[in-house]
């Protein structure tokens, strides 16, 4: 499958502050997903995106799939310790029929 | 309506076992995906099936194989585990798969210990 970069591996923020993550490809994706995954629970999508240049939020998170068609950003805004858990870039590419996966971001969230 | 909902939830084999977990998808999805999920190697493909039929297959030995029924309930085997096969192994449907806009819903996993 297509190699997904997603930055940072990590994150330990404090309650309220802004959250930015994001994910590249060295292939042209025609889909992009962002998942959250909590511990013991398969992965739950969070925002889907079909258009180079989309913005598309869901509450506190928004989501961008990049010009260039090869890389999004997720943001989260006023963080909450319900975040915590590890976040997943996912995307199809033109010639791909698997769901590919970057590594994931582990957020932590302190109150 | 119902999620996707996978079992065992967890379990334990001896190397050189086999195994053979089940997904059943959410109603009216006819594609299955099968995941393997580890630490070290993240979220890896290994194969979709359509209509019972398997359309896609990622790069796993041949130890690995599926089926899916015609009710859209699909199984996926391990023959002679090994230690590496320690996993969570994740299942998600769809309406129709192999990309586009048919997104995945993933179940919360069988995971596998091989002792």
């Known amino acids: 499958g297509q190699q997904l970069n997603q930055s940072p591996q990590s994150m330990f923020i404090q309650e309220g502050e802004d959250v930015s993550m994001n994910c590249t490809s060295s292939s042209i994706f025609n889909t992009w997903l962002w998942y959250k995954q909590d511990p013991g629970e398969g992965p739950v999508l969070l925002i889907a995106?079909?258009?180079?240049?989309e913005l598309t939020s869901n509450g506190r998170l928004t989501a961008q799939f990049g010009i260039t068609r090869k890389d999004s950003f997720l943001n989260i805004s006023a963080s909450i310790p319900s975040d915590v858990g590890i976040y997943f870039c996912a995307g199809y590419s033109n010639s791909g029929y698997a769901l590919n996966f970057g590594k994931g971001t582990s957020l932590l969230v302190t109150p | 309506k119902a999620g996707v909902t996978q079992t065992p939830r967890y379990l334990i084999k001896t190397r050189g076992q086999q195994v053979t977990l089940s997904c059943s998808p959410i109603s009216g999805h006819r594609s299955v995906s099968w995941y393997q999920q580890t630490p070290g190697q993240g979220l890896q493909f290994l194969f979709e099936?359509?209509?019972?039929?398997?359309?896609n297959k990622g790069n796993f030995p041949g130890r690995f194989s599926g089926r899916q029924f015609s009710n859209s309930r699909s199984e996926m085997n391990v023959s002679t585990l090994e230690l590496g096969d320690s996993a969570l192994y994740l299942c998600?449907?769809?309406?129709?798969?192999?990309?586009?806009?048919?997104?995945?819903?993933f179940g919360a996993g069988s995971r596998l210990t091989v002792l």
């Open positions: 995106l079909y258009k180079a240049g």
């Open positions: 998600a449907s769809s309406l129709t798969g192999s990309s586009g806009a048919n997104v995945l819903t």
């Open positions: 099936y359509f209509s019972e039929t398997q359309r």
